[in-house]
């Protein structure tokens, strides 16, 4: 079977779009909310309702928060087609072109949107509807294995009661709902983590405080305490059922979609560097010849072709992993490979961009040396290097998480 690796031109418009506004929008104003950190972006505030005129209309095809549903009969749509996630990590990579920290500040396009849209029933996804959510899954005791998570969830009467710590949460202060993770009973292990929406304002949840960061300093990120703060049964995302069978499926579900998702943030902060170094590089007079081999070119062009082709693996797998769930397709594992291989490429690119243009690129009068900052995140959050790693080798050898550790 042939593949088509050209952009689908049902989303040329809505890319064309979002470069748009990541050059004319997010760009100029880039410096200004790195610098004045924890200030909120008002000039988002106009684009989030374009985005979410667009969304009413149809005519973003869905480009925003997606998730990956798999309730739905898979057997029963047998076409191929490309929708809701491929349109969305299409858009972000290039609103990340533009900036990473204002794409993550965007109103109600938070990850745990994305977690709604994953997990909840029809319900719920109809009740969401557009608020602004935070995901909190991370603790101080517990970083990229979700499954040690210590927050507690207790049913009494009609209402959960949560009790914990969450840290490093995005859009935290900002975002009017809080996406969080908590265990049921913490003997049943995993089967019994459950994702509950809280309010912003809700007696029991307070933020404690917001963090000083390396990188995406537009974007918030807080520590809020939970001290016996009750929600409704009914903000229990999806079934309250605990199933060892089913185990971390509802977390799993959610990560399948916000991996790629933050794969497409890494792959459109790298383009961004590489575009800038290409030119910078022209006007010292290294040109990158692409009909030539790189062993018969200059260092920097040899370097800067193999961050090429490191970049565009990134993006195809990206590309795969929001294609499969768009079709509905089991993607852990390509879900998985996309977020480790942008992750480390992101990383690797934007940092060796920063040492090809040698002080252009180290000062501030040039944002390569702020979208090596900001690409460092990618390779951490929503699962590290080092776990996705782990996730790929079980998968592939077919072996559980008790047996490959």
Known sequence: MAINLDDPKKFRQLTGQAHQVAMNMLRPISRKYDQAEHEYPQELDMLAAMIDGLSESGASEGAGAAGVRRDADASADTGVKNGTNLASVMSIAEMCWGDVGLLLSMPRQGLGNSAIASVANDEQQERFAGVWA???????????????????????????????EKIYVTSGDRADHIVVWATLDRSLGRAAIKSFVVPKGTPGMRVDRLEHKLGIKASDTATIIFEDCRVPKENLLGSAEVDPKQGFA?????????????????????????????????????????????????????????????????????????????????????????????????SDITLSCVELCGSVGYTEGELLEKWARDSKILDIFEGTQQIQQLIVARRVLGLSSAELK
Not at 146 to 164: H, Q
């Open 134 to 164: 935070g995901m909190a899954i991370t603790e101080p005791g517990t970083g990229s294995d979700s499954a040690n998570i210590s927050t507690t969830a207790v049913l009494d009467g009609d209402e959960y009661v949560l009790n914990g």
């Open 250 to 346: 509802g977390a799993m579900a959610t990560f399948d979609n916000t991996r790629p998702l933050v794969a497409s943030m890494a792959v459109g902060c790298a383009k961004a560097a590489l575009d800038l170094t290409r030119d910078l590089l022209e006007q010292a007079g290294v040109v990158v010849d692409y009909d030539r081999p790189a062993i018969t070119q200059s260092a920097a062009a040899a370097k800067f072709l193999q961050m090429e082709a490191d970049w565009e693996g990134a993006r195809l797998l990206m590309l795969q992993a929001a294609w499969m769930a768009d079709n509905r397709q089991p993607n852990s594992l390509e879900a998985s490979m996309a977020k480790a291989k942008a992750g480390r490429v992101g």
